[in-house]
């Protein structure tokens, strides 16, 4: 069955610095989303992704987050300058219809 | 948005036992998912359940829509039925899904 799949499935980082989060989604979907966690919270959104652009995106998406597909299979994450407060657990999803498939995530830890 | 919580916020069971989890949503939803996340923080998709019900195996699940609530029935568990189970809906058609604070259930031998 297929499957989203996320790299990498930690990462540790000085807080300023850049991070990309890599996704691929299921290859037949056209519809692509971030999601965060922070660790004992719940899941959030971050911005939706359709036609190769955003669709939507929560107050959460600053500035210092952007999203790229810049291939046919990619779907990435950008954090352009890292916070402390962007330590979470990242989810790609992707769907075709209304169900919505999650990859299994990048624990993100900003020191 | 859509509104979505879910009771109760934590349960401990026996082995063996049956238990149901309850999400309740504020507004109408063409579709409802609930999702298992694992010890390791992995999101399992559990059902996608806009209305009706639906079995898998020893879970079943069932959505009223028109009460906005869904329910998730988890018979004779297992310790591996461990970790938080969450309910997610969309605010509308192919959009982002709002999710609930989950249940975190522990199934001790």
């Known amino acids: 069955e297929p499957e989203v799949t996320q790299t990498p499935s930690h990462q540790v980082t000085q807080m300023g610095q850049e991070v990309i989060l890599r996704c691929v989604p299921i290859s037949n979907h056209l519809y692509f989303y971030w999601y965060r966690q922070i660790l004992g919270q719940k899941v959030e959104f971050l911005v939706s992704f359709y036609n190769n652009e955003i669709s939507e995106k929560s107050e959460i998406f600053d500035d210092q987050f952007s999203v790229e597909r810049p291939d046919g299979s990619n779907f990435t994450l950008k954090i352009r300058s890292t916070k402390l407060e962007d330590s979470a657990m990242y989810f790609c999803?992707?769907?075709?219809?209304?169900?919505?498939?999650f990859g299994p995530g990048t624990r993100l830890l900003v020191l | 948005g859509i509104q979505v919580e879910q009771s109760p916020p934590d349960l401990i069971l026996q082995e063996g036992a049956n238990s149901t989890l309850r999400c309740n949503f504020s507004d109408s939803v063409n579709n409802l998912q609930w999702f298992h996340q694992n010890p390791w923080g992995q999101l399992i998709n559990l059902f996608y359940i806009p209305s009706g019900t639906k079995q898998n195996g020893r879970l079943s699940a069932t959505t009223v829509a028109t009460e906005r609530y869904s329910l998730l029935y988890i018979s004779s568990s297992q310790t591996t039925d461990s970790g938080v189970y969450f309910c997610a809906a969309p605010n509308s058609g192919y959009s982002t899904l709002t999710f609930g604070k989950g249940t975190m259930l522990l199934v001790s031998p």
């Open positions: 999803a992707s769907s075709r219809d209304e169900t919505q498939y």
